[in-house]
C-alpha cells in the first residue's frame, strides 16, 4: 500500500483535459514539494512536473501541476493518443525521512 | 549531456547479497547540487523509493528496507552503488539509479536493469 494515494485509471477523450489526484497528509504533501512523473510502457520514468508547478525544460505548457493542503494534482489539457501512460505522484516524507511514490495512475486516451 | 547507466547481474540466488552500480557521464557526482539515487519498480507494479546519497556520503533510505540496504558513492570513478542483502523473490524488479533533485526527487533517470531473484 503506498503513502500516497492516486485513482488507479482515468480516461479521456483526445483534446480533452484530465486531472489525476495524488493524497497524501500532512508530513509528506502538506509540508513537502510535490513532483510528477510519466512513464511510457517499457521505459524509465520521465520528470514531468516538479516542486508543484514547475516543468522541465522540453515538458510542453499542456502538462500543469497544483497543490492544496495535502492533495495534488496533475492536469493534461488537449489530450493526445501518445499521452497514454501511467503516471506518478511522488514527495518526500518527512516522518519517514525518506521519498514516497503514489500508487500510480492508468491514462487511456480513448 | 547526463547519462545515468545501470550494471550488475541480472539474476540472484535467494539469501544472496544484490550489488548494482551506476555509472556518471555528462556530469560530475560530486557536484554539490544533487543526490544520487535509486528507485525500484517490481513487474507491472509501482515505484519503490530505496534511497539517496550525497557525494560527501550522507545518505536517506527507505525505512521497510534500511536494515538490507547499502547505498555508496565513488567520486574517483563517478560512480554509486547499492547492496541489498537477503534478497528474496518479493526484491525482483527493474532497478532504477537517478540523479536527484534534493534528497529525493528523480530529475534524470538510469535505462533500469531488471534483477531476477531465483535459484
Known amino acids: 500500500q503506498s503513502v500516497l494515494t492516486q485513482p488507479p485509471s482515468v480516461s479521456a477523450a483526445p483534446g480533452q483535459k484530465v486531472t489525476i489526484s495524488c493524497s497524501g497528509s500532512s508530513s509528506n504533501i502538506g509540508n513537502n514539494y510535490v513532483s510528477w512523473y510519466q512513464q511510457l510502457p517499457g521505459t524509465a520514468p520521465k520528470l514531468l512536473i516538479y516542486?508543484?508547478?514547475n516543468r522541465p525544460s522540453g515538458i510542453p505548457d499542456r502538462f500543469s501541476g497544483s497543490k492544496s493542503g495535502t492533495s495534488a494534482t496533475l492536469g493534461i489539457t488537449g489530450l493526445q493518443t501518445g499521452d497514454e501512460a501511467d503516471y506518478y505522484c511522488g514527495t518526500w516524507d518527512s516522518s519517514l525521512s525518506a521519498g514516497v511514490f503514489g500508487g500510480g495512475t492508468k491514462l487511456t486516451v480513448l | 549531456q547526463l547519462q545515468l547507466q545501470e550494471s550488475g547481474p541480472g539474476l540472484v540466488k535467494p539469501s544472496e547479497t544484490l550489488s548494482l552500480t551506476c555509472t556518471v557521464s555528462g556530469g560530475s557526482i560530486s557536484s554539490r547540487s544533487y543526490y544520487w539515487g535509486w528507485i525500484r519498480q517490481p513487474p507491472g507494479k509501482g515505484l519503490e523509493w530505496i534511497g539517496s546519497i550525497y557525494y560527501s556520503g550522507s545518505t536517506y533510505y527507505n525505512p521497510s528496507l534500511k536494515s538490507r540496504v547499502t547505498i555508496s558513492v565513488d567520486t574517483s570513478k563517478n560512480q554509486f552503488s547499492l547492496k541489498l542483502s537477503s534478497m528474496t523473490a518479493a526484491d525482483t524488479a527493474v532497478y532504477y539509479c537517478?540523479?536527484?533533485?534534493?534528497?529525493?526527487?528523480?530529475?534524470?533517470w538510469g535505462q533500469g536493469t531488471l534483477v531476477t531473484v531465483s535459484s
Open positions: 537517478a540523479r536527484l533533485l534534493g534528497r529525493w526527487c528523480p530529475t534524470a
Open positions: 516542486d508543484n508547478n
